[in-house]
Protein backbone atom coordinates (compact mmCIF):
# COMPACT_ATOMS: atom_id res chain seq x y z
CA UNK A 1 0.00 0.00 0.00
CA UNK A 2 1.46 3.41 -0.98
CA UNK A 3 2.31 5.56 2.13
CA UNK A 4 -0.75 8.19 2.91
CA UNK A 5 -0.58 12.16 1.65
CA UNK A 6 -1.41 12.99 4.93
CA UNK A 7 -1.43 11.51 8.78
CA UNK A 8 -3.28 13.24 11.51
CA UNK A 9 -1.37 13.79 14.50
CA UNK A 10 -3.61 13.19 18.19
CA UNK A 11 -0.70 14.82 20.85
CA UNK A 12 -0.94 12.53 23.98
CA UNK A 13 1.28 14.69 26.32
CA UNK A 14 -0.68 16.65 28.82
CA UNK A 15 -2.63 13.06 29.31
CA UNK A 16 -0.52 9.98 29.04
CA UNK A 17 2.91 12.75 29.26
CA UNK A 18 1.91 13.84 32.37
CA UNK A 19 0.16 11.19 34.33
CA UNK A 20 2.48 9.05 35.31
CA UNK A 21 5.27 12.50 36.74
CA UNK A 22 6.08 11.85 40.06
CA UNK A 23 6.11 15.58 41.44
CA UNK A 24 2.71 17.72 41.04
CA UNK A 25 2.50 19.50 37.82
CA UNK A 26 -0.15 22.56 38.41
CA UNK A 27 -2.83 23.06 36.04
CA UNK A 28 -1.65 26.82 34.61
CA UNK A 29 1.46 24.60 33.62
CA UNK A 30 -0.50 21.99 31.94
CA UNK A 31 -3.03 24.29 29.94
CA UNK A 32 -0.11 26.52 28.85
CA UNK A 33 1.40 22.98 27.72
CA UNK A 34 -2.23 22.19 25.75
CA UNK A 35 -2.31 25.83 24.32
CA UNK A 36 1.04 25.82 23.31
CA UNK A 37 0.81 22.42 21.17
CA UNK A 38 -2.24 23.80 19.62
CA UNK A 39 -0.42 27.28 18.66
CA UNK A 40 1.92 24.90 17.15
CA UNK A 41 -1.08 23.61 14.54
CA UNK A 42 -1.86 19.89 16.44
CA UNK A 43 -5.56 19.84 15.85
CA UNK A 44 -6.71 17.02 18.02
CA UNK A 45 -5.04 16.69 21.66
CA UNK A 46 -5.66 14.55 24.99
CA UNK A 47 -6.20 17.06 27.44
CA UNK A 48 -7.48 15.25 30.46
CA UNK A 49 -8.03 11.71 31.83
CA UNK A 50 -11.49 11.26 33.98
CA UNK A 51 -9.84 8.48 36.41
CA UNK A 52 -10.28 8.01 40.24
CA UNK A 53 -7.88 10.55 41.41
CA UNK A 54 -6.11 7.68 43.97
CA UNK A 55 -5.23 5.41 41.06
CA UNK A 56 -3.28 8.51 39.22
CA UNK A 57 -3.39 11.53 41.46
CA UNK A 58 -1.40 13.69 38.39
CA UNK A 59 -5.04 13.51 36.41
CA UNK A 60 -6.95 14.76 39.71
CA UNK A 61 -7.41 18.51 38.37
CA UNK A 62 -9.15 17.41 35.45
CA UNK A 63 -12.07 19.14 35.90
CA UNK A 64 -10.14 22.68 36.53
CA UNK A 65 -7.65 21.15 32.88
CA UNK A 66 -11.47 20.78 30.59
CA UNK A 67 -12.62 23.84 32.34
CA UNK A 68 -9.36 26.34 31.95
CA UNK A 69 -9.03 25.64 28.04
CA UNK A 70 -9.08 28.34 25.74
CA UNK A 71 -10.62 26.29 22.75
CA UNK A 72 -9.25 27.19 19.42
CA UNK A 73 -11.22 26.44 16.16
CA UNK A 74 -10.48 23.40 14.63
CA UNK A 75 -8.75 21.47 17.10
CA UNK A 76 -10.48 18.62 19.44
CA UNK A 77 -9.63 18.34 22.97
CA UNK A 78 -10.27 14.60 24.62
CA UNK A 79 -10.34 12.70 27.36
CA UNK A 80 -9.98 9.40 28.72
CA UNK A 81 -13.36 8.44 30.50
CA UNK A 82 -13.00 4.75 31.96
CA UNK A 83 -16.61 4.17 33.16
CA UNK A 84 -19.76 6.28 33.24
CA UNK A 85 -18.76 8.11 36.19
CA UNK A 86 -15.80 9.69 34.25
CA UNK A 87 -17.88 10.30 31.25
CA UNK A 88 -20.90 12.43 33.44
CA UNK A 89 -17.89 14.15 35.05
CA UNK A 90 -16.22 14.90 31.20
CA UNK A 91 -19.66 15.83 30.39
CA UNK A 92 -20.28 18.39 32.49
CA UNK A 93 -16.99 20.03 31.72
CA UNK A 94 -18.46 20.43 27.73
CA UNK A 95 -16.05 17.66 26.29
CA UNK A 96 -16.88 16.58 23.08
CA UNK A 97 -14.91 13.77 22.22
CA UNK A 98 -13.67 10.56 25.30
CA UNK A 99 -11.75 7.34 24.94
CA UNK A 100 -12.00 4.21 26.61
CA UNK A 101 -9.26 2.25 27.19
CA UNK A 102 -9.10 -1.63 27.64
CA UNK A 103 -6.31 -4.16 27.02
CA UNK A 104 -5.31 -7.05 24.73
CA UNK A 105 -3.40 -8.52 28.37
CA UNK A 106 -5.88 -10.04 31.10
CA UNK A 107 -3.69 -9.44 33.51
CA UNK A 108 -2.85 -5.58 32.70
CA UNK A 109 -6.89 -4.95 32.39
CA UNK A 110 -6.73 -5.81 36.04
CA UNK A 111 -3.76 -4.03 36.69
CA UNK A 112 -5.15 -1.04 34.98
CA UNK A 113 -8.64 -0.38 35.47
CA UNK A 114 -9.23 -3.20 38.11
CA UNK A 115 -11.42 -5.94 35.44
CA UNK A 116 -10.94 -8.15 33.67
CA UNK A 117 -11.40 -7.50 29.33
CA UNK A 118 -14.91 -9.59 29.52
CA UNK A 119 -16.04 -6.84 32.41
CA UNK A 120 -14.16 -3.70 30.86
CA UNK A 121 -16.09 -4.36 27.79
CA UNK A 122 -19.69 -4.32 29.85
CA UNK A 123 -18.51 -1.27 31.70
CA UNK A 124 -17.51 0.81 27.98
CA UNK A 125 -20.94 -0.31 26.53
CA UNK A 126 -22.76 2.43 28.39
CA UNK A 127 -20.56 4.78 28.43
CA UNK A 128 -20.48 4.62 24.46
CA UNK A 129 -24.66 4.74 24.65
CA UNK A 130 -24.87 7.61 27.21
CA UNK A 131 -21.94 9.60 24.78
CA UNK A 132 -24.08 8.57 21.81
CA UNK A 133 -27.23 10.36 23.55
CA UNK A 134 -24.54 13.71 23.88
CA UNK A 135 -23.26 14.18 20.39
CA UNK A 136 -20.08 12.96 21.80
CA UNK A 137 -17.41 10.88 19.95
CA UNK A 138 -15.67 7.85 21.49
CA UNK A 139 -11.66 6.69 20.48
CA UNK A 140 -10.92 3.09 21.99
CA UNK A 141 -7.73 2.05 23.26
CA UNK A 142 -6.35 -1.48 23.31
CA UNK A 143 -3.02 -1.79 25.23
CA UNK A 144 -0.39 -4.46 25.38
CA UNK A 145 -0.60 -5.19 21.38
CA UNK A 146 3.05 -5.82 21.26
CA UNK A 147 4.00 -7.16 24.66
CA UNK A 148 2.78 -7.39 28.25
CA UNK A 149 4.58 -6.11 31.20
CA UNK A 150 3.04 -8.92 33.27
CA UNK A 151 2.52 -11.67 30.46
CA UNK A 152 4.92 -10.98 27.81
CA UNK A 153 3.77 -12.28 24.33
CA UNK A 154 0.43 -11.19 22.96
CA UNK A 155 -1.10 -12.75 19.93
CA UNK A 156 -2.12 -10.71 17.67
CA UNK A 157 -5.60 -12.36 17.50
CA UNK A 158 -6.30 -11.24 21.30
CA UNK A 159 -5.33 -7.69 20.32
CA UNK A 160 -8.31 -8.60 17.08
CA UNK A 161 -10.62 -9.37 19.19
CA UNK A 162 -10.12 -6.73 21.56
CA UNK A 163 -9.87 -4.28 18.95
CA UNK A 164 -13.27 -5.79 17.00
CA UNK A 165 -15.53 -5.60 20.09
CA UNK A 166 -14.37 -1.91 20.74
CA UNK A 167 -15.24 -1.12 17.46
CA UNK A 168 -18.44 -2.99 16.85
CA UNK A 169 -19.73 -1.38 20.29
CA UNK A 170 -19.14 2.00 18.26
CA UNK A 171 -15.87 3.53 18.94
CA UNK A 172 -15.07 5.65 15.94
CA UNK A 173 -10.97 4.82 16.02
CA UNK A 174 -9.34 2.36 17.76
CA UNK A 175 -6.04 3.29 18.43
CA UNK A 176 -3.30 0.25 19.04
CA UNK A 177 -1.07 0.87 22.08
CA UNK A 178 2.63 -0.65 22.34
CA UNK A 179 2.31 0.25 25.97
CA UNK A 180 5.68 -0.63 26.61
CA UNK A 181 7.18 0.06 23.80
CA UNK A 182 8.71 -3.90 22.93
CA UNK A 183 7.41 -4.16 19.68
CA UNK A 184 9.22 -4.61 16.21
CA UNK A 185 8.33 -3.26 12.93
CA UNK A 186 7.76 -6.92 11.10
CA UNK A 187 5.66 -7.75 14.21
CA UNK A 188 3.78 -4.49 14.18
CA UNK A 189 2.78 -4.95 10.76
CA UNK A 190 1.71 -8.62 11.11
CA UNK A 191 -0.43 -7.23 14.64
CA UNK A 192 -1.97 -4.72 12.33
CA UNK A 193 -2.54 -7.34 9.29
CA UNK A 194 -4.55 -9.36 12.17
CA UNK A 195 -6.68 -6.06 13.27
CA UNK A 196 -7.24 -5.15 10.02
CA UNK A 197 -9.12 -8.40 8.92
CA UNK A 198 -12.07 -6.95 10.89
CA UNK A 199 -11.62 -3.23 10.84
CA UNK A 200 -11.11 -1.06 7.77
CA UNK A 201 -7.24 0.83 8.47
CA UNK A 202 -8.81 4.46 8.44
CA UNK A 203 -10.21 3.60 11.86
CA UNK A 204 -7.06 2.45 13.25
CA UNK A 205 -4.18 4.84 15.10
CA UNK A 206 -0.95 3.87 16.23
CA UNK A 207 0.28 4.42 19.58
CA UNK A 208 3.74 3.29 20.19
CA UNK A 209 5.57 3.85 22.79
CA UNK A 210 9.60 4.07 22.56
CA UNK A 211 10.70 2.49 25.53
CA UNK A 212 13.03 -0.05 23.43
CA UNK A 213 13.67 2.75 20.65
CA UNK A 214 12.00 1.13 17.97
CA UNK A 215 8.89 3.63 17.94
CA UNK A 216 9.61 5.09 14.56
CA UNK A 217 10.93 2.03 13.08
CA UNK A 218 7.41 0.88 13.73
CA UNK A 219 5.61 3.76 12.86
CA UNK A 220 6.93 3.55 9.61
CA UNK A 221 6.07 0.23 9.32
CA UNK A 222 2.43 0.58 9.78
CA UNK A 223 2.51 3.77 7.29
CA UNK A 224 3.20 1.17 4.69
CA UNK A 225 0.06 -0.68 5.73
CA UNK A 226 -1.74 2.44 5.48
CA UNK A 227 -2.25 3.48 9.24
CA UNK A 228 -3.01 7.47 9.15
CA UNK A 229 -3.26 8.46 12.50
CA UNK A 230 -0.41 8.53 14.94
CA UNK A 231 -0.77 9.03 18.41
CA UNK A 232 2.70 10.80 20.05
CA UNK A 233 4.08 12.65 22.94
CA UNK A 234 5.65 16.08 23.02
CA UNK A 235 9.65 15.50 24.06
CA UNK A 236 8.68 11.93 24.35
CA UNK A 237 7.12 12.56 27.91
CA UNK A 238 5.20 10.28 29.56
CA UNK A 239 4.77 6.28 30.89
CA UNK A 240 1.88 4.59 32.07
CA UNK A 241 1.48 4.04 36.16
CA UNK A 242 0.81 0.07 35.51
CA UNK A 243 3.81 -0.50 33.09
CA UNK A 244 6.53 -0.21 35.50
CA UNK A 245 9.81 1.16 33.62
CA UNK A 246 7.89 1.97 30.37
CA UNK A 247 8.87 5.72 28.81
CA UNK A 248 6.66 7.91 27.02
CA UNK A 249 5.39 7.80 23.50
CA UNK A 250 7.26 8.28 20.54
CA UNK A 251 8.19 12.32 20.23
CA UNK A 252 5.95 14.51 18.94
CA UNK A 253 9.00 16.24 17.22
CA UNK A 254 10.93 12.92 15.52
CA UNK A 255 7.22 11.67 14.23
CA UNK A 256 6.66 15.06 12.49
CA UNK A 257 10.62 15.50 11.54
CA UNK A 258 10.00 12.19 9.80
CA UNK A 259 6.89 12.65 7.74
CA UNK A 260 8.27 15.58 6.86
CA UNK A 261 11.29 14.05 5.01
CA UNK A 262 8.60 11.96 3.96
CA UNK A 263 6.19 14.72 2.19
CA UNK A 264 3.65 13.20 4.44
CA UNK A 265 1.31 16.52 5.36
CA UNK A 266 0.90 17.14 9.20
CA UNK A 267 0.11 20.64 9.44
CA UNK A 268 2.41 20.81 12.44
CA UNK A 269 5.00 23.55 12.89
CA UNK A 270 7.86 21.48 13.78
CA UNK A 271 9.85 24.74 15.38
CA UNK A 272 7.18 25.76 17.36
CA UNK A 273 6.40 22.08 18.20
CA UNK A 274 10.23 21.66 19.46
CA UNK A 275 10.07 24.78 21.31
CA UNK A 276 6.89 23.47 23.38
CA UNK A 277 9.20 20.49 23.87
CA UNK A 278 12.16 22.23 25.48
CA UNK A 279 9.66 24.88 27.62
CA UNK A 280 7.93 21.93 28.70
CA UNK A 281 10.77 19.62 30.43
CA UNK A 282 12.54 22.96 31.40
CA UNK A 283 9.00 23.80 33.41
CA UNK A 284 8.47 20.02 34.72
CA UNK A 285 12.70 19.14 35.42
CA UNK A 286 12.60 16.37 32.55
CA UNK A 287 14.94 15.49 30.03
CA UNK A 288 13.69 16.25 26.25
CA UNK A 289 13.59 12.80 24.82
CA UNK A 290 13.09 14.17 21.53
CA UNK A 291 16.86 13.57 19.31
CA UNK A 292 14.96 16.49 17.24
CA UNK A 293 14.20 18.51 19.69
CA UNK A 294 17.42 17.98 21.32
CA UNK A 295 19.36 18.87 18.45
CA UNK A 296 17.08 21.49 17.11
CA UNK A 297 17.93 23.44 20.39
CA UNK A 298 21.31 22.76 19.84
CA UNK A 299 21.10 24.90 16.99
C1 LIG B 1 -11.32 2.48 36.31
C2 LIG B 1 -11.20 2.70 37.79
C3 LIG B 1 -11.93 3.96 38.20
C4 LIG B 1 -11.84 1.50 38.48
O1 LIG B 1 -11.48 1.52 39.84
P1 LIG B 1 -12.33 0.73 40.92
O2 LIG B 1 -11.66 0.92 42.25
O3 LIG B 1 -12.55 -0.67 40.45
O4 LIG B 1 -13.71 1.53 40.80
P2 LIG B 1 -14.97 1.62 41.70
O5 LIG B 1 -16.12 1.86 40.77
O6 LIG B 1 -15.05 0.48 42.66
O7 LIG B 1 -14.73 2.96 42.53
C5 LIG B 1 -13.71 3.09 43.51
C6 LIG B 1 -13.53 4.55 43.85
O8 LIG B 1 -13.10 5.28 42.71
C7 LIG B 1 -14.05 6.31 42.39
N1 LIG B 1 -14.15 6.40 40.94
C8 LIG B 1 -14.56 5.44 40.09
N2 LIG B 1 -14.52 5.88 38.85
C9 LIG B 1 -14.09 7.17 38.90
C10 LIG B 1 -13.85 8.15 37.91
N3 LIG B 1 -14.05 7.92 36.61
N4 LIG B 1 -13.41 9.35 38.31
C11 LIG B 1 -13.20 9.60 39.61
N5 LIG B 1 -13.40 8.71 40.59
C12 LIG B 1 -13.85 7.49 40.24
C13 LIG B 1 -15.33 5.85 43.06
O9 LIG B 1 -16.17 6.95 43.28
C14 LIG B 1 -14.83 5.23 44.32
O10 LIG B 1 -14.44 6.27 45.21
P3 LIG B 1 -14.49 6.04 46.84
O11 LIG B 1 -15.91 5.65 47.11
O12 LIG B 1 -13.50 4.91 47.12
O13 LIG B 1 -14.07 7.36 47.35
C15 LIG B 1 -9.73 2.79 38.25
O14 LIG B 1 -9.12 1.55 38.04
C16 LIG B 1 -8.96 3.86 37.52
O15 LIG B 1 -9.21 5.04 37.69
N6 LIG B 1 -7.98 3.46 36.70
C17 LIG B 1 -7.23 4.42 35.91
C18 LIG B 1 -6.06 3.81 35.29
C19 LIG B 1 -5.38 4.79 34.39
O16 LIG B 1 -5.73 5.94 34.28
N7 LIG B 1 -4.32 4.30 33.72
C20 LIG B 1 -3.58 5.10 32.81
C21 LIG B 1 -4.32 5.40 31.54
S1 LIG B 1 -4.36 4.03 30.40
C22 LIG B 1 -2.89 4.17 29.54
O17 LIG B 1 -2.06 4.99 29.87
C23 LIG B 1 -2.70 3.33 28.32
C24 LIG B 1 -2.96 4.08 27.02
C25 LIG B 1 -4.41 4.51 26.91
O18 LIG B 1 -2.18 5.25 26.96
C26 LIG B 1 -2.62 3.16 25.82
C27 LIG B 1 -1.27 2.45 25.95
O19 LIG B 1 -0.21 3.09 25.85
O20 LIG B 1 -1.33 1.25 26.19
Known amino acids: MPFPNAIRLVEVAPRDGLQNEPEPIDTATKLELIDRLGAAGIRYIEAASFVSPKWVPQMADHRDVMAGLTRREGVTYSALTPNLKGLEAALECGVEEVAVFGAASETFSHKNINCSIAESLERFAPVLERAKDAGVRVRGYVSCVLGCPYEGEIPPAKVADVSKALYEMGCY ?104 GQWITLAIGRPNRSKVGVAMAAK
Open 173 to 276: EVSLGDTIGTGTPLKAKRMLEAVAKDIPIDKLAAHFHDTYGQALANLYAVLEEGIAVIDSSVAGLGGCPYAKGASGNVASEDVIYMLNGMGIESGIDLDKLAET
